[in-house]
């Protein structure tokens, strides 16, 4: 190396460090990049949802009400008397077989009342052949009597016999003519008085059949206030009997929950004849009855319905419908279904036609008659809604909707028209709506 380049080199190590450091710093900051600003991202919402679909919906009107027999016999004494004999099963609760003489009432006086009319028919009927006899024996008397008078005044006329002997005659007819009169008299009353007779007898023989007590059905015995040999009155009640055959459930039902049951429904013409024999079958209604035995069991019986009550509750705004259960007793399944009794407090569900392709939607989704949908953008639509009726969860919507909206289940707060969501499936929900009834 020569002595010049030894000396360039040598001043410049001479530089300050400063002004390096400084040139190193615009190397470093001329070769990077410029920075790249972020963009900024919208924010999302991750919500449940459900897809519409359409169902056979079945309306359902419930209430409740108590078991009482359709039918209640009242045992009423028809006649006065001791009570001799008495059904061994007559006691509260007993059932009884039809047929069966529960009471039996000391018959002797009206044993002897049913005689004593009998023989004064059969002493009138020989009262009657012995006027009928007489009768005719007297017109015989009375004939002659009359050609006995004609002949003494043709001879008193001519002066051959006198005048009073034609009177005495006279007299003698007249006699025979008021007792021809008289039998007559007593053979014009005596069907009257035989037909009197008769109706004592029939009446001797109703009372006699009545000292004994039968029952007319099939029957459980209530309010038994008799013993045997107590006396009882004619006109006394003596205990109460339930028909076994049938029961019938007057249900409080709302007049807002009925209304449902004919949504739909075609109109048709409404005769006498169709309310009142034919009732269950123009409605179609298919009542069921429910007993609540504990532990989240219900007992369920078919029932049919009856007629509805002639009144309203004006408190409650609840109608009575009537429905009925035929052959209580012979339901019974021991140890699981007990006998539907006189008393019970049961719950009726009476359900109306299946209404075919229903929009049914949870009623949670639902805030102040606006449901929130997902677009086809994934984002948030509020919609106004028209329910049919609410059953349970469960609303029935008019029109509005279709088959695959996403209605979200979530609950939004707030909620924004136009915010952005993620969606899912709540398949537990989605599944619900499927009723297949």
Do not use: C
Not at 124 to 146: C, H, M, P, T, Y
Not at 269 to 274: A, F
Not at 390 to 410: E, M, P, R, T, Y
């Amino acid at each position: 190396m020569d002595t010049t380049s030894t000396s360039k080199w040598r001043a410049l190590w001479v530089i300050p460090p400063i002004v390096v450091g400084i040139a190193i710093l615009f190397i470093m900051v001329g070769g990077r990049q410029p920075p790249q600003q972020a963009e900024r991202s919208e924010p999302t919402r991750f919500v449940r949802i459900i897809e519409v679909v359409t169902t056979d919906f079945t309306p359902v009107a419930e209430g409740y009400g108590s078991v009482q027999p359709a039918k209640v016999w009242a045992a009423v004494s028809q006649v006065s008397g001791r009570v001799i004999e008495m059904h061994p099963r007559l006691r509260n609760g007993g059932i009884i077989a039809a047929g069966s003489e529960l009471i039996r009432i000391d018959p002797d006086d009206y044993e002897l009342k049913l005689t004593q009319a009998k023989n004064e028919l059969a002493e009138l009927n020989v009262q009657g052949d012995n006027a009928a006899a007489s009768f005719q024996i007297e017109k015989r008397n009375l004939a002659l009597a009359e050609k006995e008078l004609a002949r003494k005044q043709k001879l008193a006329n001519q002066g051959t016999v006198s005048k009073s002997s034609a009177d005495e005659t006279e007299r003698a007819m007249l006699s025979s003519r008021s007792l021809v009169q008289n039998l007559q008299n007593t053979l014009s009353l005596l069907p009257i008085q035989s037909k009197l007779l008769e109706s004592k007898i029939t009446q001797a023989e109703r009372d006699l059949a009545n000292t004994r007590i039968s029952a007319p059905f099939n029957l459980r015995v209530a309010g038994l206030v008799v013993e045997q040999q107590q006396f009882v009155s004619a006109g006394q009640t003596l205990f109460s009997g339930d028909s076994l055959e049938r029961v019938e459930i007057t249900a409080r039902v709302a007049a807002v929950s009925l209304k449902k049951l004919f949504i739909n429904q075609p109109n048709l013409p409404v005769d006498i004849s169709l309310l009142t024999n034919n009732l269950a079958s123009f409605t179609g209604f298919k009542p069921t009855v429910k007993l609540d035995i504990g532990g989240d069991e219900l007992v369920e019986w078919e029932a049919e319905f009856v007629r509805i009550s002639d009144s309203v509750d004006v408190k409650t705004q609840t109608i009575g419908i009537v429905v009925a259960v035929d052959k209580p007793m012979e339901k019974i399944i021991p140890g699981v279904r007990p006998p539907l009794s006189k008393g019970m407090f049961v719950q009726v569900s009476i359900a109306g036609h299946p209404q075919a392709d229903s929009i049914v939607i949870p009623r949670s989704v639902i805030r102040n008659n606006q449901i929130y949908l997902v677009d086809e953008d994934s984002r948030l639509q509020s919609r106004s809604i028209h329910r049919l009726y609410d059953q349970q969860q469960f609303s029935v919507i008019d029109g509005n909707l279709k088959v695959g909206d996403k209605i979200v289940v979530s609950d939004l707060s707030p909620a924004v028209d136009g915010m952005l969501l993620q969606t899912e499936v709540d398949q537990l929900l989605q599944d619900s709506l499927i009723f297949g009834d």
